[in-house]
């Protein structure tokens, strides 16, 4: 079966800072091929985390991709609400 799949870089906000990079792995895995995982926590001055966010990388076909927006996008999850959009950085392959 040869479905066209591209490399799409999303953006994922709104996490609890309690989710891991295999949380998500898992969790985006079902919908592509998770290729990288990068998890950021930003905190204030006294180091309380106020906003993680993470950029998943994967290999997804266009239906796929929808399918996995339509599902995740604005659900509630580990005590967040995902914000999922493509990231705008294009992306060269190395």
């Given at each position: 079966?040869?479905?066209?799949?591209?490399?799409?870089?999303?953006?994922?906000?709104?996490?609890?800072?309690?989710?891991?990079?295999?949380?998500?792995?898992?969790?985006?895995?079902?919908?592509g091929?998770?290729?990288?995982?990068?998890?950021?926590?930003?905190?204030?001055?006294?180091?309380?985390?106020?906003?993680?966010?993470?950029?998943?990388?994967?290999?997804?076909?266009?239906?796929?991709?929808?399918?996995c927006?339509?599902?995740?996008?604005?659900?509630?999850?580990?005590?967040?609400?995902?914000?999922?959009?493509?990231?705008?950085?294009?992306?060269l392959?190395?």
């Amino acid at each position: 079966l040869n479905v066209n799949r591209d490399l799409i870089r999303l953006y994922i906000g709104g996490l609890s800072n309690s989710v891991t990079q295999k949380d998500l792995k898992d969790r985006f895995g079902k919908f592509g091929d998770v290729q990288d995982v990068e998890l950021r926590t930003k905190r204030d001055e006294e180091g309380v985390p106020f906003k993680t966010f993470a950029y998943v990388n994967l290999n997804i076909s266009d239906a796929d991709l929808k399918k996995c927006l339509t599902v995740l996008n604005k659900s509630k999850w580990k005590g967040g609400t995902l914000q999922i959009e493509t990231a705008k950085e294009s992306f060269l392959h190395r």
